[in-house]
């Protein structure tokens, strides 16, 4: 394949007059491979060790950003209990719990409460202990990814800045469906598309959302059956060990989704909250283990932003269908990547580590196509470090109405859309569709 994107340096020279600024620079970011990927890897291991270990601690030691009423770390409390309570007292997840993480989280939730008596620790180091092994492997499959591309960006990009996104990295569970994510373009990139959809499959297992994503992958598979057989494969492998316990794990997501309001640090809600700083009637709620924002219309916002949502999917899966060639990894992260900006900054709830999501098909994305991805993954980074000021930094002031708070917060908002406008925008022209006869030969050997 050649490298999408990338400008000759002596055609830049030659027609320099009708190039910017920006297009040059990106260009030779773009273009930008290391002498020594060798060395590269061992450098980012080194900076991993050391970010993580800062990372880490700091989540551990929540009290060190000196307001004792915001506990990044107060979800692994709830953690905690539910692996006792399953562990200790016998308790059946769904059936005598009611709880609405999904079964592919509570590898994660559980493995902390084994760990942390051995090893001497709380459980809380062990969750973070947990989670930064969990990093380590979405690293390992990018590396994997880049020595396949010859793109290093998006590992570098996955080391440097996901600790910015601060605690919550580290005291939630959703780096694991975002690293499954990972896996599913990194096997996606190899052509082995029922594998693909294996770990989409358990990615939504884990964390509802990567279900929005099984349609890109299955417009672009060739291999469409074998991207809904690996899907359902995936999904039965998380689900085995409470298959008796369906009913009650579909109930329970159902309560708790169809009785979510809206949150407020979501776009609709963030207007709201912005409006309530200027006089507008609206309470603060907190239930189901968020903050929302309820007010006169914060229902009808909350239905606006589920519709906007069913399109988006819709809309961009039609757009990947037209726009990107079958097979092609790199449009279907591109895809992937805009479509999960979007959801977010279009959903009714926006929670900071959310962020990660996004964050891990933005790194799959610059090792796949770096010089489209990387107008949206710059904006990303902003969102990033702006979400870390949202929470915990600033996130008291947004209950004050602090102009900085809500400021942070309008303008994070706004450019996660942007980040999904950006890598949308691109989707023609990563890798678009071969002529009819070119594709069925193209796809004739293309392994499942």
Request: a positive charge; charged letters at 15%; proline letters at 6%.
């Amino acid at each position: 394949m050649t490298l999408t994107g990338y400008v000759d340096p002596s055609a830049i020279a030659a027609g320099a007059g009708s190039v910017s600024p920006w297009t040059a620079r990106a260009d030779r970011i773009a273009s930008w491979r290391p002498r020594s990927p060798r060395r590269l890897v061992v450098v980012l291991l080194i900076v991993f060790v050391a970010s993580r270990l800062l990372a880490g601690a700091l989540a551990d030691h929540p009290m060190a950003y000196g307001d004792p009423q915001v506990d990044p770390g107060n979800d692994v409390n709830t953690f905690a209990d539910v692996a006792r309570r399953a562990l200790d007292e016998g308790e059946r997840p769904y059936r005598d719990q009611g709880i609405s993480y999904p079964p592919g989280a509570l590898a994660v939730i559980d493995s902390p409460h084994v760990l942390a008596p051995t090893l001497g620790v709380t459980y809380r180091t062990a969750f973070i202990g947990v989670m930064v092994l969990v990093d380590a492997f979405g690293a390992l499959l990018l590396a994997l990814l880049a020595r396949r591309t010859g793109h290093w960006h998006g590992l570098v990009a996955w080391v440097l800045v996901v600790p910015l996104l601060g605690p919550v990295v580290y005291t939630r569970f959703d780096l694991l469906p975002a690293v499954l994510t990972i896996a599913a373009l990194e096997r996606a990139s190899a052509g082995r598309w029922r594998a693909a959809g294996a770990f989409l499959g358990a990615s939504a297992f884990t964390k509802v959302y990567a279900v929005f994503l099984l349609p890109h992958a299955w417009v672009v598979s060739p291999r469409r059956r074998q991207v809904v057989i690996g899907a359902a494969l995936g999904a039965a492998i998380t689900m085995a060990a409470f298959v008796t316990e369906f009913g009650d794990l579909v109930r329970s997501l159902i309560a708790d989704q169809g009785q979510r309001g809206l949150h407020w640090e979501s776009t609709w809600g963030s207007l709201v909250l912005t409006a309530r700083a200027f006089g507008y009637p609206a309470t603060i709620v907190t239930q189901y283990g968020a903050v929302d924002i309820a007010s006169g219309v914060s229902r009808a916002l909350t239905l606006t932003a589920s519709v906007v949502s069913l399109a988006v999917v819709v809309l961009t899966a039609r757009r990947c269908a037209e726009s990107v060639r079958r097979g092609s990894a790199p449009g279907l992260a591109m895809a992937m990547f805009g479509t999960l900006a979007l959801l977010l900054g279009l959903g009714s709830v926006y929670s900071p580590q959310y962020v990660l999501w996004v964050v891990a098909l933005g790194a799959a994305a610059l090792t796949l196509e770096p010089r489209r991805a990387l107008p949206a993954g710059t904006a990303l980074l902003a969102v990033v470090v702006l979400s870390h000021l949202v929470y915990p930094v600033l996130w008291r002031g947004l209950a004050e109405g602090a102009p900085l708070s809500l400021a942070v917060l309008l303008v994070r908002n706004g450019l996660t859309i942007a980040v999904g406008a950006l890598a949308l925008r691109e989707l023609a022209r990563t890798d678009p569709p071969l002529p009819a006869s070119s594709e069925r030969t193209a796809t004739a050997g293309v392994p499942s």
